[in-house]
């Protein structure tokens, strides 16, 4: 994620002085030796460079009444005949998807749709929570499509498409 960049170039260092790595101990998961060594490195460089899956495309949306949640439906109807690979995080006021699981996906997605309502003119606050997570934590080269629901003010989307412009996606 934020220190995604440092990844590669440490790699190369160690490289530089060490040509054979045999085990992979960090400092929280299991250990790695052998023929997973190899398979840890390559995750590792991947990761580091942010490549995408292509046509992997994550959704994010936060339904208050339900109508999000039905829209969404569709898109993913409409996505799925592009061709296109939806994975869905939905927030309700049953359900919470683990934040960490979202920003897993967003890393490596070729597309991002964010679908939320109107929270008192601006959007809810558990989007703005998993925004501002994807704004440090992914690369930014990803196309990305703002949804946002209202009644009385377009204000919201203002607001919502240029937190992501002011960070450079």
């Known amino acids: 994620g934020h220190y995604r960049e440092w990844v590669n170039k440490n790699l190369e260092k160690i490289f530089r002085e060490i040509h054979e790595i045999s085990y992979i101990l960090p400092s929280h998961g299991p250990a790695y030796r052998g023929d997973d060594v190899k398979k840890i490195i390559d995750i590792y460089k991947m990761l580091g460079r942010g490549e995408k899956k292509p046509r992997k495309t994550v959704i994010i ?56 309502s109107t929270y008192e003119d601006y959007i809810s606050p558990l989007i703005r929570h998993v925004v501002d997570l994807i704004i440090q934590k992914t690369p930014r080269d990803k196309k990305i499509l703002l949804i946002i629901s209202y009644g009385w003010s377009r204000k919201a989307l203002s607001l919502f498409r240029e937190l992501f412009i002011s960070h450079g996606f």
């Open 61 to 116: 949306y936060a339904s208050m009444y339900g109508f999000l949640k039905e829209m969404i439906s569709l898109l993913e109807e409409f996505l799925e005949k592009k061709d296109l690979k939806p994975v869905i995080y939905g927030f309700t006021d049953t359900y919470h998807p683990p934040i960490s699981e979202i920003i897993t996906d967003v890393y490596d997605a070729e597309n991002i749709i964010i679908a939320t």
